[in-house]
């Protein structure tokens, strides 16, 4: 099992470009989650999904936007790119949202918007 | 106040000795605990997680939980340099999501 994967590792944007960030898992998990990290800090919840067709809302879901038409994937879409989008991204993913339940993050993609 | 506070640090510990990481929250609703380690450029990995009240241990880590103190810690005995890390406390709370604090960073010196 490759676990969660995500692609690309590293992207420079321009301010008002677009892009999309992929995601990928092959555990067959219900849940997935994207959250973003800034230097020193911990991780914020960007968007998360419960299952292929369903999303929500996390935290910090200003200038994103995601979508989930299979169990596998997860993209992650910046509008309109900002400054303030400059940090890691990581995915990652849980068999079920309970809080018992182990989430398995990706190795991240590092984005720097100028 | 922060929903999930951790010390900063850094924290510097010479190896072999005991390593005591830190964490509050403040949701009262909460109800288990993780602590994931963070290497400098990789993504976190699970180390241990617990939801009642005591201590777990799992090798040469033990989480404790106080609920009633809304206070949980980790601690790493026999400290390696291999243990050198930032290390993330993550709540899950009653609005069921994780919230993760900021990280301790800790460097065991050989």
């Known amino acids: 099992n490759a676990g969660v994967t995500q692609t690309p590792k590293f992207r420079i944007l321009k301010i008002g470009q677009s892009m999309t960030l992929q995601c990928t898992q092959d555990?067959?998990?219900?849940?997935m989650y994207w959250y973003r990290q800034d230097p020193g800090m911990g991780l914020k919840l960007i968007y998360y999904?419960?299952?292929?067709?369903?999303?929500d809302k996390g935290e910090v879901p200003n200038g994103y936007n995601v979508s989930r038409s299979t169990t596998e994937d997860f993209p992650l879409r910046l509008e309109l790119a900002a400054p303030s989008q400059t940090s890691v991204y990581f995915c990652?993913?849980?068999?079920?949202?309970?809080?018992?339940?182990?989430?398995?993050f990706g190795p991240g993609t590092r984005l720097t918007v100028t | 106040q922060k929903e999930v506070e951790q010390n900063s640090g850094p924290l510097s510990v010479p190896e072999g000795a005991i390593a005591s990481l830190n964490c509050t929250y403040s949701?009262?609703?909460?109800?288990?605990f993780f602590w994931y380690r963070q290497y400098s450029g990789k993504s976190p990995e699970l180390i241990m997680f617990?939801?009642?009240?005591g201590d777990k241990e799992d090798g040469r880590f033990t989480a404790q939980l106080n609920k009633a103190s809304q206070y949980v810690s980790l601690l790493i005995r026999d400290s390696q340099p291999s243990d050198s890390a930032t290390y993330l406390c993550?709540?899950?709370?009653?609005?069921?999501?994780?919230?993760f604090g900021s990280g301790t960073q800790l460097t065991v010196l050989p």
């Open positions: 993550a709540v899950y709370g009653s609005a069921r999501q994780l919230t």
């Open positions: 999904s419960v299952g292929a067709g369903i999303t």
């Open positions: 949701d009262r609703g909460s109800q288990s």
């Open positions: 990652a993913s849980s068999y079920s949202g309970r809080g018992t339940y182990e989430q398995y």
């Open positions: 555990m067959n998990h219900n849940y």
């Open positions: 617990i939801y009642s009240n």
